[in-house]
């Protein structure tokens, strides 16, 4: 169909294009193979990450188990750590205390690895002395222990039993201290038997007493010897004054306005009474002389040693005395509106009475419960108006009318 002229061409064009294909397969421009991918693990870099540091870790925390165990070891039988004498234990804060009675509680630890010491125990141990309202227990490495003590403050004296002791504001009681005086009174009615809630409700009564007494600047609460709670509702006090000693009923309160009654007119009673012993001020609108001559409960007799102790810690000596007396005598009433004394009555009215022998003895027993009474005498005179009120326990009914007619109404 071709040429024959034309064939020869034909082969030089086929000829070019394998020259061509050689010439492609050597040159430096063509494109590289395509890379193979290598296969690589099964975890992610950030995994293997995490994984080396949990090793490192756990390494390290095998060490310090490792270490802390040795250190144990080491602390628990190393005789560095044991408390040699009682020169290693220190004692901090105590006044009262004395360090034979913390050596009671800690004497035992002597020779005692210092880790192995129960401190919350002995501190409950420590806290059991009198002295000690609280305590801490601290150890210091080697083998030291510091004991750190605060002590109870005394506000009074208590009487217990036949012993003076010290009283703090809740009713816990101490021994007295040896070199210390105080001026408190001795306060009756607290039993360390009783409960510490009973204790406490009591002290908290002689604590509003002090407190009333001393308002204003007026220190009243260094006048009292004594202060009996044995009953709520009724506090007894001893005044100790100048002028004598006598046992005031101050009720369940008002204490101070009731004292001052018994300062503004003592003076006074005592003109018209030979012997002063107590006064009832309970109530409102009449005052007893007199009412219980037998003075407060009857006490345990202190011994000589007990007084010698007492009256160096500063208990005032009328403190010391049992006041135990006869048998009560019938009070005589005053009238508190009526401030001025009345002069006891006079004597011609025996001589007037003189007559009939009979009454002449009646009025004079009567004039012997006068101030100038001489002997024995069965009733004391009622001075001025007053309500008709049985204010004292140990006396009769009593009216208004005045002492000769509660004399005769008291005659068998």
């Known amino acids: ?12 064009l086929d000829d070019a294009r394998l020259v061509d294909l050689d010439v492609e397969e050597e040159s430096p421009f ?38 802390v165990g040795a250190l144990y070891r080491y602390g628990e039988h190393s005789w560095r750590f044991r408390i040699e004498s009682s020169d290693d234990i220190e004692l901090g804060g105590s006044e009262n205390v004395t360090r034979a009675q913390v050596m009671e509680v800690m004497g035992g630890d002597i ?4 880790f192995f010491i129960p401190l919350n125990q002995r501190q409950s141990q420590l806290e059991q002395i009198p002295w000690v309202e609280s305590a801490s227990v601290m150890r210091f490495v080697p083998n030291r222990l510091r004991i750190e003590i605060h002590e109870r403050t005394p506000v009074a004296f208590a009487r217990v039993g036949s012993q003076i002791m010290l009283a703090d504001a809740t009713g816990a009681l101490m021994g007295l201290a ?51 709670l044995s009953d709520p509702e009724d506090v007894k006090v001893v005044a100790n004054r100048a002028d004598g000693v006598v046992l005031v009923h101050l009720g369940s309160g008002n204490y101070l306005e009731r004292y001052k009654v018994y300062v ?17 001020l309970r109530y409102d609108r009449q005052i007893i002389v007199n009412p219980d001559l037998q003075g407060t409960a009857k006490q345990p007799p202190l011994s000589a040693v007990a007084v010698k102790k007492a009256m160096a810690a500063g208990v005032k000596p009328a403190a010391l005395v049992s006041r135990i007396g006869p048998v009560p005598k019938p009070a005589p009433v ?11 009555p006079a004597k011609k009215k025996p001589a007037s009475m003189g007559r009939h022998g009979h009454r002449v003895a009646k009025s004079r027993t009567n004039n012997n419960a006068a101030p100038v009474a001489k002997g024995a005498a069965p ?34």
Do not use: C
């Open 264 to 280: 503004a007119h003592v003076q006074e009673w005592r003109q018209q009474f030979d012997k002063l012993e107590s006064v009832d």
């Open 178 to 228: 040896a070199r210390k005086k105080y001026s408190f009174p001795v306060i009756l009615g607290i039993n360390p038997g009783e409960p510490p809630s009973t204790r406490t409700a009591r002290m908290k009564i002689f604590n509003d007493l002090v407190r009333q007494l001393d308002s204003g600047g007026a220190r009243y609460s260094q006048d009292l010897s004594e202060v009996d």
């Open 334 to 344: 005053v009238d508190a509106k009526a401030a001025l004394p009345v002069k006891p």
């Open 30 to 67: 063509l494109r590289g193979q395509k890379r193979v991918s290598v296969r690589r693990g099964s975890l992610p870099k950030k995994t293997a990450t995490r994984l080396l540091w949990v090793g490192i870790a756990a390494t390290v925390a095998i060490f310090a188990v490792v270490a």
């Open 111 to 114: 020779g005692r690895n210092i």
């Open 379 to 412: 009733a004391n005179p009622t001075i001025g108006p007053m309500p008709a009120v049985n204010a004292s326990a140990n006396s009769k009914a009593v009216g208004t009318k005045p002492s000769p007619a509660i004399a005769r109404e008291r005659e068998p």
């Open 1 to 12: 169909m071709y040429p024959l002229a034309d064939e020869p061409v034909r082969e030089e």
